[in-house]
């Protein structure tokens, strides 16, 4: 399941992703670098830059995510959880864009052959 807790800044997102089915839900793949829906009750914009803290399954390792708000659901609907989804930057600072492109590889190579799925996510 994952986990939003806040924070008290409300540009950082603490995202914690447990199992591989709620990774496959959240992870956007249709988006050119990647992106991730982040259950939240936060109010985004499209179009807000946010920054993300994931922690993927039982990984040590916490990936800081630069990324702009590209879906929002307000309310719950459907089955699907309120919350935004973000599309991973491709930004001019290396650095930043190094570390997406290191998350984006590690999701899907935890997704592998789920990323051809046609089962439903949070957004689509």
């Known amino acids: 399941m994952a986990d939003n807790t806040g924070g008290n800044r409300p540009g950082v997102i603490p995202l914690t992703i447990r199992d591989k089915d709620t990774l ?43 990324g702009q708000v590209v879906w929002v659901t307000p309310t719950p609907s459907a089955g699907r959880p309120a919350g935004i989804g973000i599309h991973f930057a491709s930004s001019s600072n290396t650095l930043g864009h190094n570390q997406n492109m290191q998350a984006q590889k590690k999701i899907e190579t935890y997704l592998g052959g789920l990323l051809k799925s046609e089962r439903p996510t949070y957004t689509m």
């Open 24 to 66: 496959y839900k959240s992870y956007m793949s249709y988006l050119q670098e990647g992106g991730l829906f982040i259950p939240t009750n936060r109010q985004y914009e499209l179009g807000d830059e946010v920054f993300v803290i994931l922690t993927l399954l039982d990984e040590p390792q916490k990936f800081p995510i630069t």
